[in-house]
């Protein structure tokens, strides 16, 4: 299983909301990430965790509230959110210090926040 | 810190024509160099890497890329481009030390006329 799977697809918010998205990988990686993508932008990195601990926080606003529970799974949770984080919100996965070491993405989510 | 561009903003090619993208990193030390592609509505996917040894690395669909370090460079090429290498394309570095943090250049959007 070489996938990195992400729910939901598609979610549209309101400012006031409390929504959470989900990522999970089942090919061993001990490292996860969350990336943030505007449209023809490149992916920017927001969170890492190695081992289930947060390793990079790239000053990501609060409102953002990532969420490791275990080695497969990694949550983001949304809270209070503004129209310009409207974007399309990419998790990745990879080895953690292998020397063929490479970030599998999933499809990621397009989230709309009204 | 890295950091990562890429000239073209877009390229526009027939079929049959050959490409090259350019890609050129900041960073004094070792690095690990990727191409991601990312067909539309797709999710990001790797084309190809360079972590050691042959400057000269061949990915999937035809396309290989050169590592000149004395440029800081790493080229993307495929001789013959089909209508189906119409994508986004971007450029990765990250630093060979064991930091997870991948940087993206700011992409190449390729569209390819039949």
């Known amino acids: 299983d070489t996938e990195v799977t992400q729910t939901p697809k598609h979610l549209v918010m309101g400012m006031t909301n409390k929504k959470s998205l989900k990522c999970e990988q089942h090919?061993?990686?001990?490292?996860m990430y969350w990336y943030k993508q505007k449209a023809k932008k490149p992916p920017e990195l927001m969170f890492v965790?190695?081992?289930?601990?947060?390793?990079i926080n790239e000053s990501v606003p609060s409102r953002f509230s990532p969420e490791c529970p275990n080695s497969s799974l990694l949550n983001l949770h949304l809270h209070a959110l503004q129209p310009e984080d409207s974007a399309l919100y990419l998790c990745?996965?990879?080895?953690?210090?292998?020397?063929?070491?490479?970030?599998?993405f999933g499809p990621g989510t397009r989230l709309t926040v009204l | 810190a890295q950091s990562v561009s890429q000239h073209n903003h877009h390229v526009i090619l027939s079929e049959a024509a050959s490409l090259e993208l350019g890609c050129n990193y900041s960073?004094?030390?070792?690095?690990?160099l990727f191409w991601y592609v990312q067909y539309p509505g797709q999710h990001l996917q790797l084309l190809l890497k360079?972590?050691?040894?042959?400057?000269l690395v061949k990915g999937i669909k035809g396309f290989e890329a050169e590592f000149i370090k004395s440029k800081f460079s790493f080229n993307l090429r495929k001789p013959s481009v089909q209508w189906s290498d119409t994508a986004e394309y971007f450029c990765a570095v990250n630093a060979n030390f064991g930091n997870e943090k991948l940087t993206f250049g700011t992409g190449t959007r390729l569209t390819i006329i039949p």
């Open positions: 960073y004094g030390g070792t690095v690990n």
């Open positions: 990745a996965s990879s080895q953690v210090l292998a020397k063929s070491w490479e970030q599998f």
């Open positions: 965790y190695s081992y289930e601990k947060l390793s």
């Open positions: 090919m061993g990686h001990r490292a």
């Open positions: 360079y972590f050691s040894g042959d400057p």
